[in-house]
């Protein structure tokens, strides 16, 4: 299993550092399929779709507006940041209303739960996980700043870690991850701030227009880092609430797209206001 697990893990590392550095249209289909199967997996989970279906109504209207959101970030990034916003905006208000229609038309098929989490499932899944685009698309200087989500969330991941192994005594959410500790969550933050501060200090400061103070830097790292944490606890409660181990085997030895990505997914937004902080101040 750890082999698996270790291979499986850096074929994913090679496969992201790929696709992140080639950017544009790879990537918007790239994290559109993950999107997909992100909101898949999360369909199963919260029981929008019920067992033993293969698909439902909902599903297919939160797979099918995943396409026409990715579509419109895509048509609306050549106009700046306002337009992008605004479209984001209209096509998750879409969403909403035609999450409304499905309820409403089918009734009483659908109950109101498995409207809400399909609501909850978009935003969750392809909504948190644009963000990657947007930061690599969105920015002149995008190839560089996108890293900062993988330093604050498998780095941090990384070091709290090794941290907790050497120092954890203190269970930090015990009935959500059990080998989690608070000396480890610790080591996580203080790791992930090292590591911006020093990725800023080589490369953004280095190789790049933008001029980033290291304490924001660390900041903005610190902040990386606990939103990481919170985003991997909030997947294994879900995961908890509705009994299931992984969301999917998609990947041989980590699950599925939702256990992989879990930090991922919630760090992508957090980073992309910070870094947009920056450039309004700047």
């Known amino acids: 299993m750890f082999r698996t ?20 249209s790879l990537l918007a289909t790239v994290l559109f399929l993950i999107s997909v199967i992100a909101y898949r997996e999360l369909s199963g989970a919260c029981g929008i779709r019920k067992e033993g279906e293969k698909t439902c109504l909902p599903e297919i209207v939160g797979c099918a507006m995943t396409i026409v959101y990715y579509g419109a970030l895509g048509l609306s990034l050549s106009f700046g940041a306002a337009a992008v916003h605004t479209a984001m905006l209209f096509v998750v208000v879409a969403v909403f209303l035609l999450f409304l229609f499905v309820y409403v038309f089918t009734f009483p098929r659908y109950h109101a739960n498995q409207i809400m989490s399909a609501m909850f499932s978009f935003l969750y899944g392809p909504v948190m996980l644009s963000f990657l685009y947007l930061l690599r698309e969105g920015f002149e200087e ?42 480890g969550a610790v080591g996580g933050v203080l790791g992930a701030a090292l590591l911006f501060v020093i990725y800023t200090q080589l490369v953004i400061n280095k190789y790049t227009m933008i001029t980033l103070p290291l304490p924001f830097a660390a900041v903005l790292g610190a902040m990386g880092a606990v939103i990481s944490m919170v ?6 409660a879900v995961k908890r609430d509705h009994d299931i181990k992984d969301y999917g085997k998609l990947i041989p030895g980590h699950g599925g797209i939702m256990d992989r990505f879990d930090s991922v997914i919630v760090a992508a937004p957090m980073i992309y206001a910070g870094v947009a902080l920056l450039m309004f101040l700047g």
């Open 231 to 236: 985003g991997d606890l909030a997947a294994s």
């Open 142 to 183: 995008g190839i560089y700043l996108v890293w900062f989500v993988f330093l604050a969330s498998w780095g941090s991941d990384t070091c709290a870690y090794c941290a907790g192994v050497l120092f954890g005594k203190h269970k930090m959410a015990p009935k959500l991850s059990p080998k989690k500790s608070v000396e």
């Open 5 to 24: 697990r270790l291979l499986s893990g850096i074929l994913l590392v090679v496969a992201a550092l790929a696709v992140l550095i080639m950017g544009g």
